[in-house]
Nanobody, 118 residues
C-alpha cells in the first residue's frame, strides 16, 4: 500500500519561505509523476507543481500563480519530493497535498497546512 507523508507546513509571514516534503513508502511499481496540489477554503483544488518522469529527463510543470517563486525537486534515494516555496504571499494560504501517480493509480497525502500572514 502506497503511503505519502507530508511535512514542513506552518505559519510564515508574507515574503518568507517554507519547504514542504513528501516521503513515499510501499511503492512497488514505477512512479510516473509526482507533485503538489493545494486547496484553499471555498476553492477547488489546484495544481501547484508536478514532475513527470521521462526516460532520460524529468519534466517540471508549475501553475501560473507560483512560477518563479516555487521549485519542485525529488530525491530518488529517499523517495521524497520537495516543494521549496519562496516569496510567499497571503494568497498561497491553503492545505497542500502531495500526489504520486504509480502505475495506473493516483495516491494523495493527508495534506499539510500552509498559512501566510500579511
Amino acid at each position: 500500500q502506497v503511503q505519502l507523508v507530508e511535512s514542513g507546513g506552518g505559519l510564515v509571514q508574507a515574503g518568507g519561505s517554507l519547504r514542504l516534503s513528501c516521503a513515499a513508502s510501499g511503492i512497488s511499481l514505477s512512479t510516473i509523476a509526482m507533485g503538489w496540489y493545494r486547496q484553499a477554503p471555498g476553492k477547488q483544488r489546484e495544481l501547484v507543481a508536478t514532475i513527470t518522469i521521462g526516460s532520460s529527463t524529468d519534466y517540471n510543470y508549475y501553475g501560473d500563480s507560483v512560477k518563479g517563486r516555487f521549485t519542485i525537486a525529488r530525491d530518488n534515494a529517499k523517495n521524497t519530493v520537495y516543494l521549496q516555496m519562496n516569496s510567499l504571499k497571503p494568497e498561497d494560504t491553503a492545505v497542500y497535498y502531495c500526489m504520486r501517480r504509480v502505475g495506473g493509480s493516483v495516491y494523495w497525502g493527508q495534506g499539510t497546512q500552509v498559512t501566510v500572514s500579511s
